[in-house]
């Protein structure tokens, strides 16, 4: 019964998505300088991650020069030990955040990996209890539509499991990754009402390891970035900044509506967050175009309009689930 409660809401959520006027939030963190999230580390004395620049055999350079978060800055990771550093969300004290008005948040990051697969290794959970319990990225979320989902390439899934029974990231990369990681909200899926969600959510990003040596290196994260979509109020028709709707998108398809934009035969190109172009064709002087997203394995989405001499008209961003 509640998986049908889950997913009537989430299909709710891409019903609103058309009728609302969509911001968004961005906030992107290279570890250069002063840090742009509220990040905190562990207290522990046995907490090795830090912000450095790389100097391992492996993990020689970071992702965008020259910081990056490192789970160690030994040559090797510690043995028994658990690591960890926490984004601190929070509505309430924090104005920038828009809490749970929100549609969703998107977590991507690029990351290389070093470590003994299926024992060691890396994973994220989420907290909305100040830090008293914890769910790994693909346990039943409470107050999310979705308990988390991902392209399986792109993250670990709930079969990757480390020593200690959570699901992680592990094994040896050969060059960095991307990853990405989504939960839907806009409102809490919970099986009873009795207190309204809570305004502050913690993101902790967790490296384990046994007591088995084996001299890998570990962890490292770069340009970790969030986003965050949500709505301002609710209008009979699509915003006229919100060319793209429905967005997210559930179904087969999406409307780009061009009528505004002085495009007689422009082009639309559509990528994968990875960089990949997975879509490309004319206006061809319609008022709104349909894309077909049939065929589009769950993910993120870059859409671009241009027009025939190359000029950038509009971009957005597109979530697929499926």
Known sequence: MRLIFTFSLCLFTAFVSTLSHAQQLYIEENFEDDLSLPIVFGGEESNYWTV??????????????????????????????????????????????????????????????????????????????????????????????????SDPSLFYQETDLLFNGEPGFSGTSDDWMYAEYVKIWLLPAKTNYDSEPPLKMIIRFNFISDSNETFQ???????LALTFEFSSG??????????LYPNPTIGSYTILNVRNMYCDDCLVQLYHTSGKMVEQFNTSEQEEVTISTH????????????????????????????
């Open 234 to 243: 609710i209008s009979d028709q699509p915003h006229t900044n919100d060319l």
């Open 295 to 322: 065929d589009l394995v769950a993910g993120t989405y870059v859409l671009q309009l241009l027009t025939k001499d190359g000029q950038l008209l509009y971009t957005d961003k597109l979530v697929h689930l499926k």
């Open 52 to 149: 450095s620049e790389p100097i391992g055999e492996d993990f020689s350079q970071a992702y965008s020069p020259s910081n990056a978060m490192l789970s160690t800055t030994a040559a090797h990771y510690e043995t028994d030990n658990w690591s960890y550093f926490d984004i601190v969300l929070d509505a309430e004290n924090d104005p920038d955040f828009p809490g749970w008005l929100g549609w969703g948040v998107w977590i991507n990051f690029w990351h290389k990996i070093d470590s003994e697969v299926g024992v060691d290794g890396g994973y994220i959970t989420f907290s909305y209890d100040d830090g008293e319990t914890w769910l790994n990225a693909f346990e039943e979320d409470p107050y999310s539509c979705e308990d988390g989902w």
């Open 217 to 223: 290196e570990g962890w490292m994260i770069d340009d």
